[in-house]
């Protein structure tokens, strides 16, 4: 159970800067127009600009190269706004797993609650969503999609407690990374996918079919058996099998789980001395900048790692009584995209481990501090979030 378990957390993870604050705090284990509001379900008047609230997030414990950036920078922004990071850690294997850290949270009466899709995969935001209701609590989803005309939709936009989900736009990843080798030239690719019935799957199949339409590309085989997509030993499974089958292959794209299968594909393809097909793929890994130059590695695209930050923007002015919004939203966050050795040693040694935002940057998002920010100047931060902004903002 507990591989199981394993699994579907680093399938969570993916569907969808080493800290800059102190210590975080850990639970013990046990949007609307409304008005801010306590955890102890009494209706609060609009906070003081001074006041500190308490803000929780549910973990998994994931600590690859996607996941722990994004916990990072959320509980940097968090304790950057004045407020105090919570978390609790998913234990068990199953829906519960997700409800107690939940349940835990809202038991220490944090103001506001950020949760991962881990919750929409197990068909949980309804649920949670009442739970909040009840608790007159506030909270925000990230790397989760909410389809108009679902139950996880309205269960969150009917509801006044509901902050923001952040997502990605998929389509555009999976175009970006099948683009990579269509521009070398190649015609015959196999790839690497999410489980099928997933909104991200298909936004990436999508992307996918629009690349190989515009390079002339077909697509020979392909994977998603996450008993192999979330390990380097199924990586290199995979790539043995696509090698027997197809020999002709001359790419492979990895539509997600590149954090765990990029350094099985490199070992099987350097072992087959087959290094001249070409490798791009979604969600960064730890070796990308070792794969890039050595050349077994294209291009990837991830990286998006900033939307809880900005959930968390959106979260304490609504706590503070300056809601940027008057109901709850759908924010569009963005990847970094790197696309050469360059860009990769750009990234490993100017960005990852250090903020995205520094500290003046975030309290500059608050209307207490900044009395003209709005929405529309949020959507703007979120749509310059890049290589380049980053560097930009960070370096100089």
């Not at 990072?72 to 519960?96: H, P, T, V």
């Not at 515009?214 to 998603?224: A, D, F, K, P, R």
Request: hydrophobic share 40%.
């Amino acid at each position: 159970m507990k591989k199981l378990f394993s699994l579907i957390l680093a399938l969570a993870m993916v569907f969808a800067l080493a800290a800059c604050g102190s210590d975080s705090g850990s639970a013990p284990a046990a949007a609307g127009s409304a008005p801010a509001a306590s955890a102890n379900g009494e209706d609060a008047a609009p906070a003081a600009s001074g006041q500190s609230f308490n803000i929780g997030a549910v973990t998994t414990g994931s600590t690859d190269a996607t996941s722990k950036p994004l916990y990072d920078s959320m509980e940097q922004a968090i304790k950057a706004l004045g407020c105090n990071y919570i978390e609790s850690a998913m234990e068990e294997d199953s829906g519960d797993g997700v409800l107690n850290a939940v349940n835990n949270l809202l038991s220490t009466g944090v103001d506001g609650l950020i949760v991962p899709n881990v919750a929409s995969m197990y068909g949980l935001i309804p649920t949670i969503a009442d739970l909040c209701e009840q608790n007159k609590v506030y909270f925000s989803l990230f790397w989760t999609n909410l389809d108009e005309g679902t139950e996880e939709y309205d269960a969150c936009m009917n509801n006044p407690y509901f902050i923001s989900t952040t997502c990605e736009d998929d389509v555009y990843s999976g175009y970006w990374a099948a683009s990579v080798v269509g521009k070398l030239g190649v015609e015959k690719i196999c790839t690497i996918t999410l489980p099928d019935g997933f909104t991200t799957t298909n936004m990436r199949n999508e992307g996918l079919e629009k690349a190989c339409k515009e390079y002339n590309m077909t697509v020979l085989g392909s994977c998603s058996d996450v008993s192999l997509t979330t390990s380097s030993a199924g990586g290199t499974t995979i790539t043995e099998d696509f090698l027997a089958a197809y020999p002709d292959t001359e790419a492979i794209v990895v539509l997600g789980m590149s954090q765990y299968v990029l350094p099985g594909i490199a070992q099987a393809l350097e072992d087959a001395n087959r290094t001249d097909i070409q490798v791009a793929g979604i969600d960064f890994n730890e070796y990308q900048q070792d794969y890039m130059n050595s050349g077994i590695l294209d291009g990837i695209i991830g990286g998006h790692f900033a939307g809880p930050t900005y959930s968390v923007i959106l979260m304490v002015n609504r706590l503070q009584g300056n809601p940027l919004a008057e109901s709850g939203v759908i924010l569009r966050d963005s990847f970094i995209e790197l696309g050469s050795a360059e860009e990769a040693d750009e990234y490993a040694t100017k960005i990852y481990g250090n903020c995205l935002y520094t500290d003046e940057q975030l309290a500059n998002c608050l209307v207490s501090n900044n009395p003209d920010f709005t929405y529309d100047d949020l959507v703007a931060i979120a749509d310059a979030y890049g290589l380049e902004d980053i560097l930009s903002r960070t370096q100089g």
